[in-house]
Structure formats: structure tokens, C-alpha cells
């Protein structure tokens, strides 16, 4: 066992998969001999040279366009799109091309590729450089969308990606890079992402969250714990497919449902996963279904007072369960 930070846990996942694999390589804008811009490819030029790590121009259609050509003839691309903000410069190739060309084709194709997203907010990036744009993605049958939101997964979780058939989008939080830590095995392991975790157990209420709001979600729960408020935590882990009967088994247990996410309210996931609990958990209920999330407002802003007024914060998740528990 190692300990590690989410980031590294990245980069030793790549390095693995490309020894493994001859057919996986790397590509995106810094991504060589610079290692990336928060240095989640640091070494891999260096070990494999510039025909499996390079830099490519400042143009998200032309790096997706390649991981979709490059995964048709059977290589394993990983692509680097630096900003999830700039997803949209390549959205024609990534949802048009990449999610639907195994249907398109009649399963005669099956696009491994490997697009790798870094978002989310909190490190002072303002609007063009902390969105987080899930919801776009987990709009398109097609794809899978990995949220990973510990160093452990964060490896396992590539390493079946690059293992697997399935075009994924995987989505790196950059406030998780280097401010959580922990030990990973040393020997080969991956991790079934089509499962969502319990990180807490509890009786009062479940609280579904994922990337940077699962920690806050786990934070907020150790202190209602104090006011002898037990709340489950689940880490979603993967939102496209949604693991929903981990859900719908704890709801019907704890009768009570919170869901976080940093993006926007207005269609975000956490409407989807409320729906679900609608739909299969209604007899259950105690109380509403409620969701923690940013306002419907234009993206993050810069000031760090805004950005923190913006994001969900623990008390704001603490006091979506308060009011959930005392429902009468």
C-alpha cells in the first residue's frame, strides 16, 4: 500500500495501462513534455516517447475527432480536455460520433476511447475554468460518465476504462488533485464502476452526492451525528448509467433523501435521482426529496466570497437535513 493524491492516482493509472497495453496513448493540448497543465501526464512522455504521448493544437473538435477515429481501428485513446467549460468546441464528435457510432453501426464498432474531463470549482478559475457540465453528458445514451471522488477509484476507475468497450468521459474534480490523500495498493486492481458506494452508514436520512460533495456531504454527516442525526452517504461514483437501486434501497430505509452537486439546480442530476426516488420510493418517504446545489446563475464567479456563496457549502447541506428530519 501507497499513499497517494487523486491526481497521482491518475497519472499511475495511465502509466500502468500504457505498459499493459501498447494500443493505449495519450494525447491533449500540454499533455507531453510539459505533463499537462496540473501535471496529471507528468513522466509519460518521457517513458513512452511522442507516438503515444503528445501535445495536439488548442482545439477540443480536433482532440475528441481523434479519440473517436483512433478507437473505430481498435487503439485505446485517452483523451485531455483540460476544462470541462471547453467540452462544447468538441460536443458535435463526442455526442454525435462517439455516443452513438456503436448503435449507428449495429455493435460493428465499439469506440473505446477515453476522454478525460477536468472540472468543478472552489480553486478561483472564474467562469470559463470551474464548470462542471455533468448534466450535458448523462443526456446522451451512448456514454458512460465517471465521477470518481477518491484517490482509490480515481485509479480503478480509469484503469476499467481503458479495460472496457464502452466510449467513457471520465471527470477529474481539480479541488480533489491534491487536497485529499490516501493508500492504494501497489498490485493491479480495478473497480466496478457501474455500482455507487455507501461512504457512511446512517438511519435518519441518505444523502447522495458525488466528486468534491461527497467529502462535504461525509463532513456535514460526522457533525449532525453530534445532534444525534445519522445520515447515510452514498458516492454516485458513476452518473451515466445511475446505479438507482443503491439509492432506492437506502431512501427505503431511511425514508429521507438530500442530493448535492455543485452544478446548477435546473436539470442537474440531482432532478434526475429525485425523479427515481419518485417513481420507486414514494411509499417510503417521510419527507420531500430535497437538492443542495448551486443557483440557477451564470457560472462560477471569480471572487473567492462569490465562488464560496455559489457552491454548496457543509452548513448548506446540514441544513437540508435538519429540515428533512424535523418534516412533520
Sequence with gaps: MAAVTYIEAITS?????????PEVFVFGEDVGPYGGVFKATRGLYDEF????????????????????????VGMR?????QFADFLTCGWDQLVQQLAKLRY??????????????????????????????EAWLVHNPGLVVMAPATAYDAKGMLKAALRGDDPVVY?????????????????DYTVDWRKAVVRRRGRDVTIVAYQ??????????????EENIEA??????????????TVAQSVQKTGRLVVVH?????????????????EECFEFLEAPPARVTSPDVPPVPFAETMERFVIPQKEDIKKAVRRAVDWA
Design 232 to 245: 447515510e452517504v452514498i458516492d454516485l461514483r458513476t452518473l451515466l448509467p445511475l446505479d438507482r437501486e
Design 77 to 81: 485513446p485517452v483523451a485531455e480536455i
Design 49 to 72: 516517447g511522442q507516438d503515444r504521448c503528445f501535445d495536439t493544437p488548442i482545439s477540443e473538435n480536433l482532440i475528441i475527432g481523434l479519440a473517436v477515429g483512433a478507437s473505430m
Design 13 to 21: 493509472a495511465l502509466a500502468e495501462e500504457m505498459r499493459r497495453n
Design 262 to 278: 455543485e452544478s446548477p439546480r435546473t436539470g442537474g442530476v440531482g432532478a434526475e435521482i429525485v425523479a427515481v426516488v419518485n
Design 104 to 133: 449507428r453501426s449495429g455493435g460493428g464498432l465499439t469506440c473505446p476511447a477515453t476522454v478525460r474531463v477536468s472540472c468543478g470549482a472552489e480553486i478561483g478559475g472564474g467562469l470559463y475554468h470551474s464548470q462542471t457540465n
Design 171 to 187: 471527470l477529474e474534480h481539480k479541488k480533489l488533485y491534491r487536497s485529499i490523500k490516501e493508500e492504494i495498493p501497489d498490485s
Design 212 to 225: 468534491l460533495m461527497m467529502h462535504r456531504a461525509l463532513e456535514a454527516a460526522e457533525e449532525l451525528a
